[in-house]
């Protein structure tokens, strides 16, 4: 109570706001949340970090829906980043609320940081649906990471196709990071989806990370030759890149030539 009277001195501006959600009860998340707002003021652009929701204690996505509808009482809103990481919960109904949120600041937000990896089947290509929707709206982002690690059969082709739907509107991108690791139901189509979702920032881009690690492939023996083709192809055209992470699993249908076409594509970076 003593840190609560502290934190919420009217004295106090805040802009930038870390909240780690573990262990609390809900009642106490919900009210720290509501006077976030409270907190800023109209010139200032906030930075929201909530972590940890893995251990939250309670509905998870009642909770995220409460906490999310604080914060579009925030002025403004610049950086955002909720993890979900091993929220075991999480389904499609907080990926909504996630997605009102994101919507609400979609004119000022430059830095987006959503996770959703974890040992899960609860999210959706619905879900993705919803965030990829929102993402097209956010055009002033400059720095987007988004992680879906191990959402083993519930993300499919389609949920990624939303998703790069979503970043073919984006033209001002600086850094992408995309982890789609062990999401069983990948094909070569998602790869392709997500070169095409790209294009609009390959002149911007000066970080690119691509999680595509897929050693499973409980459907579709993971990816092939097809997938790697498309990378190789359009990695020259990022002129600016800097930084590059691809994360990638060697299968039997991965042959030695397009290997080497991939890194030949790579060695051609000059700006690496």
Not at 70 to 95: A, I, K, Q, V
Not at 242 to 258: A, F, G, P
Request: net charge negative; charged share 20%.
């Amino acid at each position: 109570n003593s840190i609560k009277e502290a934190l919420f001195s009217p004295k106090l501006t805040v802009t930038n706001f870390s909240f780690d959600v573990r262990m609390l009860r809900e009642r106490v998340v919900e009210e720290v949340t509501q006077k976030i707002p409270e907190m800023s003021v109209p010139d200032t652009n906030p930075a929201i970090e909530m972590t940890n929701w893995k251990e939250y204690e309670g509905d998870v996505n009642g909770g995220c829906k409460t906490v999310m509808e604080s914060l579009t009482r925030l002025p403004s809103l610049l950086h955002l980043t909720l993890d979900f990481y091993l929220c075991s919960d999480f389904n499609d109904e907080g990926c909504k609320s996630v997605g009102q949120l994101v919507n609400h600041f979609s004119t000022t937000l430059t830095n987006l940081h959503l996770n959703f990896s974890g040992y899960k089947d609860s999210l959706s290509d619905g879900g993705l649906h919803i965030l990829g929707d929102v993402i097209r709206k956010c055009s002033n982002l400059t720095h987007l990471t988004l992680d879906f690690e191990r959402n083993y059969e519930n993300i499919s082709d389609t949920g990624v196709g939303e998703i790069t739907r979503g970043l073919s509107s984006l033209s001002q991108l600086i850094l992408l990071h995309l982890n789609f690791d062990v999401c069983d139901l990948l094909t070569d189509r998602s790869v392709e989806n997500i070169v095409n979702g790209i294009q609009q920032c390959r002149s911007t881009l000066t970080q690119l990370s691509l999680f595509l690690y897929n050693p499973v492939g409980k459907y579709n023996g993971g990816f092939s030759d097809v997938g790697l083709v498309s990378l190789s192809r359009f990695l020259p055209t990022l002129t600016r890149i800097q930084e590059l992470s691809i994360h990638w699993c060697v299968n039997k249908k991965t042959s030695d030539d397009v290997c080497c076409q991939m890194t030949n594509a790579i060695s051609s970076l000059s700006s690496l």
